[in-house]
């Protein structure tokens, strides 16, 4: 690779290494994207490889750990002391780490630590960036290093391999454009060392990292990702000294064979996805595809059980194939419920239809349901005359007269009201359907463009509610005081509460209103709302005995929340809560995650974004609930593909694995 | 389960136009509503016998089922790619009903 391109050059860095810096490397250190902490150091052996290293290589090695010991800027020696100290701790340094191949992107310090690393454990490592971390670990690293340079000088110089030969050419390359980076990372450093604060770009996850966990790297030959086992050394590359993955160590075996590293790659997704595809599908759902598939030519469904018909309502509607025509497959006398996942295609005369052949419904669902007009609403009210539960997403054309129409006509039958993505839905409207429908136990609105403060009065009203559902209403125009006059007047009632988006309410919400009056709470959404800080939700949970406990909690993108709210949830609610999204919570430990140990009844979990997820925290969940079934764990970069899991479990997002669409 | 109750290895299902279909008891095994009516505690003649009679269900359905709970069990912990499992569209219906009522 580029690591060849070795020039002498002037400019001292950070970890004392010269040479020409690549475009990435530039933007790397620019950002101060830099390398994992150093691994811990097992006393293991040098694999035998190591001693076929050339002298050549031996002799570059060699140069560059005195380099690096030998040249450390005297403004970091205070620093190298204290980590010097440190390191003698039995705890292990953190381990985890995501890798870049080795490429023109390693940095300097990178290259320096590697060699040390190298040093020490003898076994070459891929040159790794992560993608967050912060100055004080960079210098951590660039210290230690030296200090171990010479500490291991004697031990790595008989077995020194190539790949360390192999990082200390890199080491020539990456200076001439970074004399001014330096002395701004120098000052970063003081900064960092004064206050301790951790920014978000650079965020140490040296608090949160995992111990002794497995580490990903990246195959030298096939760049394929793969990872190494806590504990294992990894086969080594001959030729440059890199790591290489189970596939190509395999091959390395046979003699003489060139690599090939496409289809090693593919033969190694090939296995993942069989890997995922062993679960065989059920023979109803065979069928239910192939119905599907050839829906156009059913006559009838016949007798099968509605189970099965919404299955395949919920198929055809995905595959766009629900129209006029086979709209009709799914209208009968006797049915009572009838969800149509999209509407799209049915035109209002079909819509109309489905009051002709279903007299009797007493739920209705329709959703995408843009064509249904006027004409086919007040039809609706007038001859639906069972109806009970409505829920429409994205009726574009109903007028608000037609609405006050409808809440009359279906007056106090009417228990659930669902209503999305409509711009005509008014104040009025709303008015008439708390007027007039008092029986109302579930109500649900969301995305109405002309939601806003006023709207919360007339809810105020409907003292029945079981479960309400606000959904992002117009921007800034939700005031806290309002909602909390709201939630104390019905809250006591309320198993479900949702407050999605409200981004600007602010804690009294939780303080004054959620944790006073609703006892009866169960389901819990507050998706999106930004001003919730963590000190309110810790109150809110903290000796929380009024209630319960939680089974449904969703703080997606609550992005304020750290460690403590956390805490206080899983020791409130921890024996409840079966489904838990905590997606974009990226202020959490691992400390705090670990606490989801407590959650024993918890069968979906929604981790992603959750930087500090890892093995550990996984396999402690895995153990502790035997009923988890969903783990979400996107862009969770520690878990590596030997993270935990059992059969029946379902875990979506993890980076080793490729992406297959029927988990989407 | 088989062994150790000292039960014959296969059961016969009768399908309601009289064809008789034997097949091994853990491929029957694979349906919830077989393994009930075999394993059940109380001496049905089903699990005393071995012999199920399935007045509803016609011999091409039960066919195909008995077809698919062998293609279950042999990709059952398969780590290569599991062939697709074709089902006629005519029967596709018929037999969504069979499975449904076999819990399969």
């Given at each position: 690779m580029s690591r060849r391109n070795r020039s002498g050059n002037s400019t001292t860095f950070v970890n004392n290494v010269r040479g020409p810096t690549s475009a990435l490397t530039s933007f790397l250190n620019e950002r101060g994207i830099r390398r994992a902490?150093?691994?811990?150091?097992?006393?293991?052996?040098?694999?035998?490889?190591?001693?076929?290293?050339s002298q050549g290589d031996l002799e570059e090695e060699e140069e560059t750990s005195t380099a690096a010991s030998s040249s450390t800027p005297p403004s970091r020696s205070t620093r190298t002391a204290r980590l010097t100290r440190g390191r003698t701790l039995p705890t292990p340094t953190p381990t985890s780490r995501t890798t870049t191949t080795r490429s023109e992107s390693e940095s300097s310090s990178d290259d320096d630590d590697d060699d040390e690393e190298e040093e020490e454990r003898l076994i070459p490592i891929a040159v790794t960036v992560r993608s967050t971390r912060s100055v004080r670990t960079r210098a951590a690293i660039a210290s230690t290093s030296s200090s171990k340079a010479t500490a291991s000088s004697s031990k790595a110089a008989a077995s020194s391999s190539k790949a360390v030969a192999s990082s200390s050419k890199a080491a020539g390359p990456s200076k001439k454009r970074r004399k001014k980076d330096d002395s701004d990372d120098s000052e970063d450093e003081e900064f960092h060392d004064i206050t301790g604060y951790v920014s978000r770009s650079k965020f140490s996850h040296k608090g949160r990292m995992p111990q002794g966990s497995n580490r990903i790297e990246f195959c030298s030959r096939c760049r394929a990702r793969f990872t190494i086992k806590a504990g294992t050394s990894p086969a080594v590359d001959e030729d440059d000294g890199g790591l290489l993955c189970p596939t190509c160590a395999g091959e390395e075996s046979a003699p003489n064979v060139t690599p090939k590293p496409k289809p090693a790659k593919r033969a190694r997704r090939k296995q993942q996805k069989a890997d995922i595809e062993s679960q065989v599908p059920t023979l109803q759902d065979l069928c239910i595809q192939k119905i599907a598939s050839c829906i156009?030519?059913?006559e009838a469904f016949g007798d099968i059980s509605e189970i099965s018909m919404d299955k395949i309502c919920k198929i055809i509607s995905r595959n766009r194939s629900l129209n006029t025509d086979t709209v009709h497959l799914f209208l009968d006398t006797r049915h009572t419920d009838l969800s149509l996942y999209d509407c799209t295609d049915i035109t209002a005369d079909g819509l109309q239809n489905i009051a002709k052949f279903c007299p009797n419904l007493r739920s209705l669902k329709l959703k995408?349901?843009?064509?249904?007009?006027d004409t086919v609403m007040n039809y609706y009210a007038e001859h639906l005359t069972q109806l009970s539960s409505l829920s429409l997403i994205g009726p574009i054309l109903i007028t608000e007269a037609i609405y006050i129409k409808l809440f009359k006509t279906v007056g106090e039958r009417l228990e659930r009201f669902e209503l999305k993505h409509s711009a005509r839905f008014s104040l009025n409207a709303l008015k008439a359907l708390c007027e007039h429908c008092p029986n109302l136990t579930h109500l649900r609105l969301g995305d109405l463009n002309l939601m806003n403060d006023d709207w919360i009065e007339p809810i105020?009203?409907?003292?029945?509610?079981v479960s309400l559902r606000l959904r992002n209403p117009e921007r800034e125009r939700m005031t806290t005081e309002s909602l909390v006059k709201l939630i104390q007047t019905v809250g006591s009632g309320l198993v479900e509460l949702e407050l999605k988006g409200f981004v600007s309410v602010e804690d009294p919400v939780l303080l004054e209103a959620i944790r006073p009056s609703c006892v009866r709470l169960q389901r819990l959404n507050i998706l999106g709302c930004e001003e919730f800080t963590t000190e309110a939700v810790e109150t809110l949970f903290k000796d929380w005995s009024t209630n319960g406990g939680l089974t449904y909690l969703n703080l997606e993108n609550c992005v304020m929340l750290g460690d403590a709210a956390l805490e206080a949830i899983t020791a409130h609610s921890g024996a409840t809560l079966e489904d838990l999204n905590i997606k974009g919570l990226d202020e959490l430990t691992k400390e705090s995650l670990l606490?989801?140990?407590?959650?024993?009844?918890?069968?979906?979990?929604?981790?992603?974004?959750?930087?500090?997820?890892d093995d550990e925290v996984l396999e402690k969940l895995v153990e502790a609930a035997p009923k988890l079934a969903k783990v979400i764990v996107w862009g969770d970069h520690r878990l590596t593909e030997c993270c935990p899991s059992r059969k029946g479990m379902k875990v979506v997002g993890r980076e080793g694995d490729y992406i297959d669409l029927r988990f989407m | 389960m088989a062994a150790s109750t000292g039960e014959s290895e296969y059961v016969t299902l009768e399908s309601s136009d009289g064809f008789q279909f034997i097949v091994h008891r853990e491929a029957a095994m694979l349906s919830g509503t077989v393994r009930n009516m075999l394993s059940s505690a109380g001496q049905f003649t089903e699990s005393t016998e071995g012999v199920i009679h399935f007045r509803d269900i016609k011999a091409v359905i039960l066919e195909k089922v008995c077809k698919y709970w062998y293609y279950k069990a042999r990709h059952l912990n398969s780590v290569t790619e599991i062939p697709h499992f074709e089902i006629e569209p005519e029967y596709a219906l018929e037999t969504l009903m069979a499975a449904d009522f076999l819990d399969t």
């Open positions: 902490n150093p691994a811990p150091r097992p006393a293991t052996p040098p694999p035998a490889v190591e001693d076929e290293s156009e030519d059913v995408f349901c843009g064509r249904i007009n105020t009203g409907l003292t029945k509610l606490t989801l140990a407590r959650c024993e009844n918890l069968g979906s979990l929604d981790a992603s974004w959750c930087r500090a997820m | -």
